[in-house]
């Protein structure tokens, strides 16, 4: 399974951006997404993730009622919509693929996209 991460970019604080997360391959509607970032200087810490199905949405609680994560099986496509961005939401986004166990730990993900640079400005 290859993943192909885009939509990042430069906004304002406040604003919006939607990430996706494209997959080639048949695995990918068998497999949990998980986005995770990493910002300058900091380990890559989870920031959002979803069932298989794409229900049962689970977030890191600093974006929590910002961020919603989504996944369509027909498209083989994951997505991060990020809405009232903030400076602190600036890092590269990672999309990943994990077939069990916990949704938080990055070594339960077996596939990793290349990342997309999101930068907030003030």
């Known amino acids: 399974v290859q993943l192909q991460a885009s939509g990042g970019g430069l906004v304002q604080a406040g604003g919006s951006l939607r990430l996706s997360c494209a997959a080639s391959?048949?695995?990918?509607?068998?497999?949990?997404l998980g986005w995770f970032r990493q910002a300058p200087g900091k380990e890559r810490e989870f920031v959002a993730a979803?069932?298989?199905?794409?229900?049962?949405?689970y977030y890191v609680d600093s974006v929590k009622g910002r961020f919603t994560i989504s996944k369509d099986n027909v498209k083989n496509t994951g997505y991060l919509q990020m809405n009232s961005l903030k400076r602190e939401d600036t890092a590269v986004y990672y999309c990943?693929?994990?077939?069990?166990?916990?949704?938080?730990?990055?070594?339960?993900?077996?596939?990793w996209g290349q990342g997309t640079l999101v930068t907030v400005s003030s």
């Open positions: 391959g048949r695995t990918f509607s068998s497999y949990s």
């Open positions: 979803c069932h298989w199905s794409g229900t049962g949405a």
């Open positions: 990943a693929l994990a077939p069990s166990g916990s949704y938080y730990a990055p070594g339960n993900y077996h596939y």
